[in-house]
């Protein structure tokens, strides 16, 4: 019967769209045949210029006026450029506008790409005005100007790029000297109101010896002042048609949205049935009360089929709440299709977080999903096994997503806190994947772990250490050998302990030449601090140099210059380990408390000291080096 009903309202929701689509059509056809045509208005802007040569040459005495569109012109020659920009109105039929036109000239430094590296403004601009009439009663018809221009001496344009760049060491990128010509105009135009403000930049490239420039012709831009939108000719933009009909398409858009709501949940319901029905066999139905256990979700139901197997249990499907469970003594395992699909949609999200901090590119982004679903694996997984992604730098980005902090466990401690073993066992931290850290200063159990979007996670732990706690992030992988660890009560192990390198002057200067320009040399830093080969580390060093990476790059070049160093709690916000917030409360307790930084982000399990350490470590090591590049210099 409900299958039914669904179909009649999915088939009555379908005729009205259709319908909707033919009112939204005849209502845009409708418009555009009452409305009345508009003389359309373009502002052309031609750069016009003469280039005379004023010192004389063999080939060219001085007052040599020299044709545009030669391949090369000779600075032997002293030629100096006349630009005198031309504004012409194409389709002025009556009105008044008036005008004014600013010329700035400006050296700049662009790449293959024409993004830009610098800019320099080298001219005191002056503004004209002018008038633009016709049909105005006690005006001359007047549809064009043409300002007085500026003379550019391209030499001198030269020698001040080599100025610039060897005072910013980066003699990189293709130059040119460019006339940037600023218009505005203001009034009526053919009976309709006009306020505009036009660029036009015509750029002159400059070598070593000559310059090259595009002929006048080739440099005309044509602006629309009054474009006619009834011309069915594709001049009509989209967001005029929506504007000009808004009804008919907020209707047939509602429509739309009730239609993909409701095939998307039938859909939904369609291939959970489907899913139940695959896996009947193996499934009882029945209601499922659950109190004082452990509760673990299972994200689809063979996973939860398969572990029913492997425990020798049925799995049992609750009625009401439409969940599966298979139950053991200490342990719920749940499968519930809202929560799990919620989940899913939730991690597809951090493939475009990755992109958009460049920790991957698109290119590892494709190849990591195509792998995901070869293997049935997670994102993250997919993409440390293929080499694209350490731990570290995965966990921490998914805590900053959570909005939680990212702790390293530091597997060298002396001794770790064992209190809470008689309320949860090592086996029940492993599956639930945490391990407790210790109370820190506000009386918060601090509890480490990888499964973060687990919500049930965080009441299973109250519930078992009967405290207030607090989650924090850390890599699987290092929760697992600290909870090893304190089973075998094996605490000491050797530490490296770690110093400045030497470098040479080359790789010096290679560093700080990189710096100044906002990037990090990641493999001379490694260097440095004393990894020769990225797999020595393990994982963390490498995170925090993306971290300070972001830094640098957003640092101004003055700062860069005067080898500005960046403290720890930077450091850490960028790498991902401490949020906004817990750094606002840090450095509040800290003006109360009688202990450093550091000491307080270890005593209050906010960062381990072995992180402390090597975040310390590489910007002592940056600050050697740059130390070191300067006074070798």
């Known amino acids: 019967m409900n299958r039914v009903r669904n179909k009649s309202i999915i088939i009555l929701i379908i005729a009205l769209l259709i319908l909707s689509f033919q009112w939204t059509y005849w209502s845009i056809q409708s418009n555009n045949n009452t409305s009345e045509p508009i003389q359309e208005l373009f502002l052309t802007i031609t750069p016009e210029y003469k280039i005379t040569s004023n010192k004389d040459l063999r080939i060219w005495p001085a007052g040599t006026v020299f044709k545009q569109g030669m391949v090369a012109y000779f600075y032997a020659a002293l030629p100096e450029i006349n630009v005198t920009p031309l504004i012409e109105l194409d389709g002025f039929e009556n009105g008044l506008l008036e005008g004014s036109i600013e010329i700035q000239v400006y050296i700049q430094a662009i790449d293959d790409k024409s993004q830009v590296y610098w800019t320099y403004q080298i001219n005191n601009p002056r503004i004209r005005t002018f008038t633009l009439s016709k049909g105005i009663e006690g005006k001359a018809d007047q549809s064009e100007f043409r300002t007085l221009g500026v003379s550019l001496d391209v030499l001198s344009a030269y020698e001040l790029v080599n100025e610039v760049r060897e005072e910013l060491m980066f003699p990189a990128g293709f130059f040119q000297l460019v006339v940037s010509s600023i218009i505005r105009v203001d009034g009526t135009a053919n009976g309709v109101p006009i306020e505009r403000e036009i660029v036009q930049e015509f750029p002159i490239s400059l070598q070593t010896n000559t310059f090259s420039i595009s002929k006048s012709i080739d440099a005309v831009s044509q602006v629309p002042l009054i474009i006619d939108s009834n011309n069915l000719g594709g001049e009509m933009s989209f967001l005029d048609i929506i504007r000009e009909n808004l009804f008919p398409v907020s209707v047939s858009f509602v429509l739309i949205i009730i239609l993909i709501s409701i095939l998307s949940r039938n859909l939904s319901k369609s291939k959970a049935a489907i899913e139940h029905k695959r896996y009947k066999e193996w499934i009882t139905e029945g209601n499922v009360t659950i109190t004082g256990k452990l509760l673990v979700n299972i994200l689809n139901l063979q996973g939860l089929v398969d572990l029913a197997i492997d425990l020798d249990k049925r799995v049992i499907f609750d009625i009401k709440t439409k969940k599966y469970f298979v139950l053991t003594e200490d342990i719920v395992y749940v499968y519930d299709i809202a929560h799990s699909t919620a989940l899913l949609e939730n991690k597809q999200q951090l493939g475009k977080v990755l992109l958009e901090r460049r920790l991957i590119s698109p290119e590892q982004l494709e190849t990591g999903l195509y792998y995901q679903q070869r293997m049935g694996i997670r994102l993250g997984e997919s993409l440390m096994a293929l080499g694209f992604m350490n731990e570290t730098t995965l966990y921490s980005t998914l805590a900053s997503q959570k909005k939680i902090e990212y702790y390293e466990p530091d597997l060298d401690m002396d001794n770790y806190d064992t209190s809470w073993i008689n ?211």
Not at 537 to 560: A, H, P, V, Y
Not at 607 to 622: D, F, M, Y
């Open 423 to 633: 309320k949860m066992s090592i086996q029940q931290a492993k599956t639930l994947m945490v391990v407790p850290v210790g109370k820190r200063i506000d009386g918060k159990y601090v509890i480490a772990c990888s499964e973060i979007s687990n919500d049930a996670i965080v009441e299973t732990l109250q519930e078992l250490l009967v405290t207030e706690i607090q989650i924090i992030a850390a890599a699987p992988s290092r929760i697992y050998e600290m909870l090893d660890r304190i089973e075998k009560y094996n605490y000491k192990t050797t530490t490296k302990e770690t110093e400045f390198q030497n470098l040479s002057k080359n790789e010096l200067k290679q560093f700080s030449n990189a710096y100044y320009r906002g990037v990090i040399e990641q493999d001379i830093l490694l260097k440095a601090v004393g990894i020769i080969n990225k797999k020595d580390d393990n994982g963390e060093i490498i995170n925090l140099i993306k971290g300070l990476e972001k830094i640098i790059e957003k640092m101004s070049w003055k700062d860069r210059n005067e080898n500005y160093i960046p403290d720890l709690l930077d450091l850490l916000i960028e790498s991902n380990y401490l949020t906004q917030e817990t750094v606002e409360w840090v450095n509040k307790e800290i003006s109360l408390e009688k202990v450093t930084l550091n000491q307080f982000l270890s005593l209050n399990y906010i960062v381990s000291e072995n992180t402390i350490k090597n975040a310390g470590l590489l910007l002592t090591t940056l600050e050697n080096i740059l130390n070191i590049s300067r006074n070798e210099t």
